[in-house]
């Protein structure tokens, strides 16, 4: 046995260069879904204990003014364990050097205290001392966006009153996990922050002194939300409640569910197209590179090895590669796991994170790619064991050929390296079809993990271009009359401005109900349309209501079905409507109409919730500034600034994501082409020396081997794209969410991508093969039976 | 008459370390051949003649010492000519055929003439060595005999100076051993081609114009035969 392990460990080092291949793909294939599940579960881990610790309300419930005594009458309500009434109200920050409006919400907090829910995680300072109304808490990612500290004045304006308040602290909220302005689909740090004050300090510069618009509160054990929030929105409705809310429907969580929804099922989805192409190939290059062993196993065997101890050396033999690959891959598959987490971070406010590798998670994958490889060799050492040693030993008789189906079609003008080339491909279909199918893998994943860059720019040019073409939204803090748009008008850089009426809703159909809007628009708006299925814009109808095409389908409904709508703002009516028609968007859904039958049904005189302005770029800061002093605006959105926003939120995450996944598809894209290129050399060794030893210069005999490896990288490049758009439609289903969509939409630089990466690999295994062919020896080559 | 050099070497000799053996396959070697004429280099295994073959077909470079072919220095020359060389000089037959499994009869000698100077066809080329009938078969579909002439009907198409073959009948029975042979002393004596044999086989050496027998490396003795006897009539 002793003999028998040097042999392992000599074996070893002598195809150091194919185990280095199989190591890599099984740590690439380990490491991607060590990475990915281990980022997913750290991130999840991470949000229950935040949610845990620092008292996530259940149920969350706003409303106009409602005087501090009612706070009892709402704790009375069954199912309620804490509540805790606050005020909230919008502001505008004034920060020098910085001219575009920023905008934010201000919530109190107990004087001086914490609050029972939503608890504050203070990452410097302290909280604002009782009675000291000056005193505030900033958002870490405000903070951090305008390197504020503890110590520094910011310039806050609250109901039109400026207001320069000094920083106690920054601190982080359950409730601002992921920190976004309403109706924005990514965060914008620097443009939206939170801040904290004293009760007392709030109620009084917001006219709110013994009031609150704002209620929290936990569950008891063993109520669900339902029942609470229906007594919740009975007792506020005379005091403008605007309809109570659980988790689900809670901005942060919402978007942060959707977020790791999203992340789940990339997560899902491409370790899984990771680990199973690996262990395809795993399996492939495993069974031939035993199929060269094949005199060394008969000798084995004819020295009277049981077939058990020669299988079991093969075993091992491999068994080494999958181990160094697996170390590799977990160690690997946390390094970048624990980078990803925290990347999210900037992205995910936690407070802190909970990392966590499951070893579970590193057993599945190694198990995976260690058993299909096992398996694989197994195959291929019990076909060794099956032929008689003497016949084993033997070289193999000159295989059988017969002329291809090309040449039987009458294609007689092809070169003998080419006939080689055909028949030694259509000889062993299955060998030829295995490698066609590995490259084609290697393809498929090169485009999965780089066609979001193209569909994520279709999808926003759609949104920006052919959709909202605004260049600011204005949102008014509550509906005002419509003759309000002539002022927005007149302000200076207005080129062009429309209304919208936009109220807040229930939308039902059966059992399913989602919580949005009922917009409401002019049927010749020039700034905002909606697209049909061809993304041709719509007229919007007199009648009836067009929902968004993924807003029908998560509700079940069609068009000529009878929408339930039940208005969440003024007389809150419950309205049928009958859908007309569905919209095509990409990013977010909506349920529009005609701003006129919109108000009709409101029972309201002509009111407008806002409008859109088409703006004189050169105006723009002049604008900006103007817009700030306005008192009944809630909002300003620059399409600039959420376009940034946006791509720079892409930029840091799901790009980053799929930049990683890029390197790792290359990675394996290479091990493919190399290994099949080393094998088919192993296996032509004899028969390019021969042709040497005819007069074949290294060049011509290096065509017959490299030949056959393009035409297979040929072959499987169509294969390939075929194959990764159908995982790229895959992917792209499993990312829908209510906030967007990515349309599947494969841009030609996703192709070419695909297919130079593959390319580049061969063409980096033709220049490894060509060396050893340089240094092929003749005379060995041609002694050797074989 | 004089004789027309087509080989020659001088002192020429052969070491082939073996991690830390030495081993000296060939000592000093000087011989000639001639134009024309059929040689069989004689000796057992591990005389050094298969070595002196490679040296002498371009695939090996000796040690030391100087090779020719006619006016080409082989010792000197790179890569680039010795392909060359071998490519429109030299027709090699092997022990073991080395014929390229996946072309028919006719296509492995197409593969040499199509990279060959002034070739016969594959057709006129395998009928020199009477397998006219057999042009459409693949390797496996020939006997031993049949495709060691296929081996010499690609050596010999691109018409070669010489003929160079390594044990040509060592993996053949006796009866289709002589065929081959036969087939060889045709092509030397109709084409004029300069041919040289090694075997360990002493029986071969009868058939040949010349013999050089080598042992430990040297050429030991040159048996010159005015009376070649005719393949059929050789037994072993």
């Known amino acids: ?786 | 008459m004089t004789k027309e050099t087509v080989f020659s070497t001088r002192n020429l000799t052969r070491v082939f370390r073996m991690g830390e053996v030495e081993i000296h396959a060939l000592r000093g070697v000087d011989m000639d051949l001639y134009a024309g004429e059929f040689v069989v280099l004689l000796g057992a295994s591990g005389s050094g003649k298969s070595t002196l073959l490679n040296i002498l077909g371009g695939l090996d470079a000796g040690t030391s010492g100087e090779v020719r072919y006619r006016d080409l220095d082989l010792s000197r020359a790179n890569e680039r000519r010795l392909t060359e060389f071998r490519r429109h000089h030299v027709g090699f037959v092997f022990q073991f055929y080395n014929l390229i499994p996946s072309l028919t009869a006719r296509e492995n000698v197409a593969i040499v003439t199509e990279i060959a100077r002034d070739p016969m066809t594959p057709e006129e080329a395998l009928a020199l060595v009477g397998l006219e009938q057999r042009l459409d078969h693949f390797p496996a579909q020939l006997s031993g005999g049949e495709q060691q002439r296929v081996a010499i009907a690609r050596a010999i198409a691109k018409r070669p100076d010489v003929l160079l073959c390594d044990e040509p009948t060592g993996a053949l029975d006796s009866k289709t051993g002589i065929k081959v042979l036969q087939v060889l002393q045709d092509i030397n004596r109709r084409l004029g081609t300069t041919t040289a044999v090694i075997t360990h086989n002493a029986v071969i050496a009868e058939m040949a114009d010349r013999t050089l027998r080598l042992s430990d490396g040297r050429v030991s003795e040159v048996i010159d035969n005015p009376n070649p006897v005719a393949p059929d009539r050789l037994h072993w």
């Open chain 1, 1 to 786: 046995m002793r003999a028998l392990t040097l042999k392992l460990l000599r074996n070893l080092w002598q195809l150091k260069g194919q185990g280095a291949a199989i190591a890599t793909v099984i740590a690439i294939g380990v490491a991607m879904y060590v990475m990915s599940f281990t980022s997913l579960e750290s991130l999840r881990a991470s949000q229950h204990s935040v949610y845990q610790n620092q008292r996530f309300a259940h149920v969350f419930a706003h409303l106009k003014r409602a005087p501090e005594s009612m706070a009892e009458r709402l704790r009375d309500i069954p199912g309620v364990a804490t509540l805790e009434t606050r005020v909230q109200a919008p502001i505008n920050i004034q920060m020098p050097d910085f001219d575009e409006p920023i905008t934010g919400m201000a919530l109190s907090i107990p004087d001086g205290r914490q609050p029972q829910l939503n608890r504050l995680y203070l990452r410097a300072g302290q909280l604002p001392e009782a009675g000291r109304d000056e005193q505030i808490l900033v958002s870490e990612a405000f903070a951090d966006a305008h390197q504020l500290q503890p110590g520094d004045r910011l310039a806050v304006v609250v109901n039109g009153r400026y207001q320069r308040l000094l920083i106690s602290g920054i601190a982080l909220s359950p409730e601002f996990i992921y920190q976004i302005r309403p109706g924005e689909i990514m965060p914008d740090f620097a443009r939206y922050g939170i801040v904290w004050l004293n009760r007392n300090a709030l109620e009084a510069a917001f006219n709110m002194d013994g009031a609150f618009n704002s209620a929290v509160l936990s569950l008891s054990p063993g109520y669900s939300a339902g029942g609470v929030i229906a007594a919740l929105d009975q007792l506020l409705e005379p005091w403008g409640g605007t309809g109570a809310y659980s988790r689900d429907d809670q901005l942060s969580h919402r978007y942060l569910e959707e977020e790791l929804t999203q992340l789940e099922t990339m997560a899902l989805f491409l370790p899984l197209i990771f680990i199973g192409v690996s262990a395809f190939l795993l399996n492939v290059v495993a069974a031939r590179l035993i199929r060269t062993q094949r005199e060394q196993i008969a000798v084995l065997k004819a020295f009277g090895y049981s077939s058990f101890t020669v299988a079991a050396h093969y075993c091992l033999l491999v068994l080494a590669i999958v181990l160094v690959g697996s170390v590799i891959g977990v160690a690997l598959g946390a390094w970048m796991a624990s980078g990803l987490a925290t990347l999210y971070q900037d992205f995910f406010r936690f407070p802190w994170l909970e990392f966590q590798l499951r070893p579970a998670v590193a057993l599945t994958a190694i198990v995976i790619a260690g058993g299909a490889t096992l398996l694989g060799t197994l195959n291929a050492v019990l076909r060794a064991l099956r032929l008689p040693p003497a016949e084993a030993m033997r070289p193999e008789p000159p295989a059988r050929f017969r002329k291809t189906l090309i040449e039987r079609l009458g294609i007689g003008w092809l070169s003998q390296p080419a006939r080689i080339i055909l028949r030694n491909l259509e000889r062993q279909p299955w060998k030829a079809g295995f490698s066609v199918l590995g490259i084609a893998l290697a393809v498929a994943m090169v485009m999965l993990t780089s066609f979001t860059r193209g569909s994520v720019a279709y999808m926003m040019d759609v949104q920006f271009r052919l959709a909202q073409k605004q260049d600011v939204t204005v949102n008014y803090i509550e509906p005002a009359a419509s003759r309000t748009l002539y002022e927005l008008r007149a302000l200076p850089g207005v080129t062009y401005a429309e209304s919208f009426r936009s109220a807040p809703a229930i939308l039902r159909y059966g059992h399913r109900e989602y919580r949005g809007a009922l917009q409401g628009f002019d049927p010749d708006s020039r700034l905002f349309s909606v697209l049909d299925d061809q993304l041709r814009p719509i007229a919007i109808p007199k009648e009836g209501v067009l929902l968004t095409d993924h807003l029908a389908r998560m509700l079940g409904i069609g068009a000529g079905d009878q929408l339930q709508v039940n208005i969440q703002e003024g007389r809150r009516p419950e309205l049928m409507i009958p859908v007309v028609g569905l919209v095509t968007e990409f990013v977010g859904v909506g349920a529009y109409m005609h701003r006129d039958t919109l108000t009709r049904l409101l029972g309201e005189g002509d009111t407008i919730s806002g409008a859109f302005l088409a703006v004189d770029s050169e105006y723009q800061l002049e604008l900006n500034r103007r817009l700030e002093q306005v008192p009944r605006i809630a909002g300003v959105n620059l399409r600039d600034n959420m376009l940034e926003a946006f791509n720079q939120t892409m930029d840091e995450t799901i790009l980053v994501f799929t930049l990683f996944s890029l390197v790792m598809a290359g990675a394996i894209a290479f091990a493919v082409v190399y290994n099949n290129a080393r094998i088919a050399f192993a296996e032509r060794a004899r028969e390019l020396a021969s042709l040497r030893v005819l007069g074949f210069t290294r060049r011509e005999t290096g065509w017959i081997l490299l030949g056959e490896l393009l035409l297979l990288t040929l072959v499987a490049l169509p294969v390939g794209f075929l194959l990764g758009y159908g995982l790229c439609a895959l992917l792209a289903w499993g990312m829908q969410t209510d906030l967007y969509r990515v349309p599947l939409v494969i841009t030609p630089q996703t192709y070419v991508l695909a297919a130079g990466v593959v390319l580049v690999a061969t063409l980096l295994s033709a220049v490894v093969i060509g060396k050893s062919l340089a240094r092929l020896d003749m005379v060995r080559a041609l002694k050797a039976a074989d």
